[in-house]
C-alpha cells in the first residue's frame, strides 16, 4: 500500500495567515486528493491535483483560498490562506494505488 | 444531495458482539465501495474494501455484504472488542482514479 506523509502533522495559526501543508507519497501516482475533515464531521474533497496541470477545484473551494501544487508524481502542497477560525480542520491528503484509495495521517490544524 | 448515506450514527455494541454498520448509495457508476476506520487525532486507515463484482468479502472479522440490486453495503464486525471502538466511514468511487465521496461515518463503541 502506498506510504503518505504529511507535514506539519499539527499546527496552531493566527487569523489572516497562510499554512502550506506538504503531501510526500512513497511513489509515483498521477492524481493527489486532497480532503478537509471538520471537527466531528466526515471527509469533503477539496480538489484534486494532477502533475502539470492546474488542480480542479469542488463547489465551495475556491484556488485563492486554496492554493495547490504539484511539482511531480510524488509530492503534493496545500495552502490554506487568509485563514478564519472556520478553517480549523483536518486537512488530509490521499491517492489511489492498484485501484485501493490510502490517506495521510492528516494535518490538524487550529486557527486562533 | 449526499450520495452515500450512512446509518447509525452511533452504535454502542457489546464486547464478542456483532457490530453492523449500513450503507446505501445512488449512483450506479459507483464501483469501489471501501470502509475506513479512523480513530481520534489520526488520518482513516482502509479497512476492507469491494468491488461490485462480489457480493462478500471477509478479511478476519471484518465482512462487507455488497446487495447490487439494492445500492446497499454493510460493515459487519465479528467478536467486537474494545479496540475497535472508533469512527467507521464508508466510501464509494467511479471506476478509474477518481475521489472518495464518504459516508457520515458511524462512532462505534465496544464495551464490556
Known amino acids: 500500500s502506498a506510504v503518505i506523509s504529511q507535514k506539519p502533522s499539527r499546527d496552531i495559526c493566527q487569523r489572516g495567515t497562510s499554512l502550506t501543508i506538504q503531501c510526500q507519497v512513497d511513489?509515483?501516482?498521477?492524481?493527489m486528493f486532497w480532503y478537509r475533515q471538520q471537527p466531528g464531521q466526515s471527509l469533503t474533497l477539496i480538489a484534486t491535483?494532477?502533475?502539470?496541470?492546474?488542480?480542479?477545484?469542488e463547489s465551495g473551494f475556491v484556488i485563492d483560498k486554496f492554493p495547490i501544487s504539484r511539482p511531480n508524481l510524488t509530492f503534493s502542497t496545500l495552502t490554506v490562506s487568509n485563514m478564519s477560525p472556520e478553517d480549523s480542520s483536518i486537512y488530509l491528503c490521499s491517492v489511489r494505488e492498484v485501484g485501493e484509495a490510502f490517506f495521510g495521517q492528516g494535518t490538524r490544524l487550529t486557527v486562533v | 444531495q449526499q450520495q452515500v448515506k450512512q446509518s447509525p450514527q452511533s452504535l454502542i455494541v457489546q464486547k464478542g458482539g456483532i457490530s453492523i454498520i449500513n450503507c446505501a448509495y445512488e449512483?450506479?457508476?459507483?464501483?469501489?465501495f471501501p470502509w475506513y476506520q479512523q480513530f481520534p487525532g489520526k488520518g482513516p486507515a482502509l479497512l476492507i474494501a469491494i468491488r461490485p463484482d462480489v457480493s462478500e468479502k471477509k478479511e478476519g472479522r471484518f465482512t462487507i455484504s455488497f446487495n447490487k440490486s439494492a445500492k446497499q453495503f454493510s460493515l459487519h464486525i465479528m467478536d467486537s472488542q474494545p479496540g475497535d471502538s472508533a469512527t467507521y466511514f464508508c466510501?464509494?468511487?467511479?471506476?478509474?482514479?477518481?475521489?472518495?465521496?464518504f459516508g457520515k461515518g458511524t462512532r462505534l463503541s465496544v464495551i464490556a
Open positions: 491535483a494532477n502533475q502539470g496541470s492546474e488542480a480542479t477545484y
Open positions: 449512483n450506479t457508476a459507483f464501483d469501489y
Open positions: 466510501a464509494a468511487s467511479e471506476a478509474g482514479n477518481t475521489p472518495l465521496v
Open positions: 511513489s509515483q501516482v498521477t492524481m
